[in-house]
């Protein structure tokens, strides 16, 4: 079995989701919005700024 690695970003907000006991499909939920934005800006998440967020 091969484990796909998982960036940082991607960890840490499943971590910080499950701390707060988000059921799974608002998890799922929360993670493809994130992979749209990604997509959207054409780079990580972490480097949007407010006029990404906005524009998205």
């Known amino acids: 079995m091969t484990e ?17 006991h988000f059921v799974e499909k608002t998890r799922t939920d929360y993670i493809r919005q994130v992979r749209r934005f990604a997509a959207f800006l054409g780079r990580s998440p972490e480097t949007a700024s407010p006029e990404d967020m906005r524009q998205f």
């Open 4 to 20: 796909t690695a998982i960036s940082p970003l991607r960890q840490r907000m499943i971590d910080d989701m499950t701390v707060r």
